[in-house]
């Protein structure tokens, strides 16, 4: 059962167990049944041919484009502009900020979003309940201050549930400080998603491999020998030895080509982002997904949204 202030989702394999659950929270609170889950939080759900989910915002991002003129826009392959980076100094302060932001959305992200409407985050359906993640950083990426960005993707099976890409709030001195400080933020999500799951009473059988494309980082987390350069981030360094120690985490290199947190933390090319993307499991709707309906919810009322059995 998942709960968000007024909307509830319940799932279950027994369609008995879903119908006691709602009589027993009916006898406590107001409920409205809204029936099989479609829409929750802004988002379409709907089954996949493969026995999935697929999760989108086709109608959302349909009255974004409507509402901004940008319905018949010519569609671009990607929502990054490679090599560019936006300086805060040297320019001429925007009159007014929020239409500045509007407009440079308008240009590239409604653009690539008329060319995906189509397109949904696949959950597949799985066995595998094992934690791995992709961790980067750009090292120096904002002129302004030359503070890194941290980016990751933590993966559960084959699906993504979290995934994060994040300003470093400190400068670090070399590239390998850097990926440091990323691999250790995804370190403390990996360690809260194992909560998660062990409250949840889901075992893990593998002990969570975190891969990177800087092979600084795994030479530095093996060697025990402390260096004067390390000092500053000894923290996030000791973290990641202490849990690869005690055998609660793994830590693998990658070559760069195959590293999908590079979408997180640069704006990669064209052909480089149209191969990381279907990684992502961000795919075309499947043909034979269902049609979900578009009931809206009774504000005076808990909402309860039945994943189908």
């Not at 302004?144 to 990751?152: A, E, H, K, V």
């Not at 793994?250 to 064209?270: G, R, W, Y």
Request: proline share 4%; aromatic share 10%; charged share 20%.
């Amino acid at each position: 059962m998942l709960v968000y202030v007024y909307d509830i989702i319940i799932t279950s394999r027994s369609g008995q167990a879903i119908s006691n659950l709602i009589a027993k929270l009916n006898a406590k609170f107001p409920l409205k049944n809204l029936g099989k889950l479609h829409h929750f939080l802004g988002l379409e759900v709907q089954p996949a041919s493969n026995g999935g989910l697929q999760l989108s915002q086709t109608k959302y991002i349909s009255n974004l484009l409507t509402k901004t003129n940008m319905s018949n826009a010519r569609p671009i392959k990607t929502m990054f502009a490679p090599s560019t980076k936006l300086l805060a100094i040297g320019t001429d302060q925007a009159q007014d900020p929020q239409l500045y932001r509007f407009v440079i959305g308008a240009l590239q992200i409604l653009r690539y979003l008329n060319g995906t409407i189509d397109y949904c985050l696949h959950f597949n359906k799985t066995n595998d309940l094992n934690i791995s993640a992709f961790c980067d950083s750009d090292w120096a990426f904002y002129p302004n201050d030359l503070r890194s960005t941290s980016g990751y993707y933590v993966h559960l099976g084959n699906n993504i549930v979290s995934w994060t890409t994040q300003k470093q709030k400190v400068v670090s001195k070399f590239s390998t400080e850097a990926e440091f400080r990323s691999l250790s933020t995804v370190a403390s999500e990996i360690a809260y998603i194992q909560k998660v799951l062990f409250k949840l009473q889901i075992p893990i059988t593998r002990v969570p491999q975190i891969w990177c494309d800087n092979q600084g980082v795994v030479l530095l987390y093996a060697n025990p020998v402390l260096h004067r350069k390390n000092k500053h981030f000894e923290l996030d360094l000791w973290y990641i030895r202490e849990k690869v120690a005690r055998g609660e985490l793994i830590v693998k290199h990658v070559l760069a080509h195959f590293q999908v947190a590079d979408l997180l933390t640069k704006a990669p090319s064209s052909s480089a982002f149209l191969e990381l993307r279907p990684k992502l499991n961000v795919k075309q709707k499947s043909t034979l997904s269902l049609q979900g309906d578009n009931k809206e919810k009774d504000q005076n009322h808990n909402s309860v949204r039945i994943l189908g059995t």
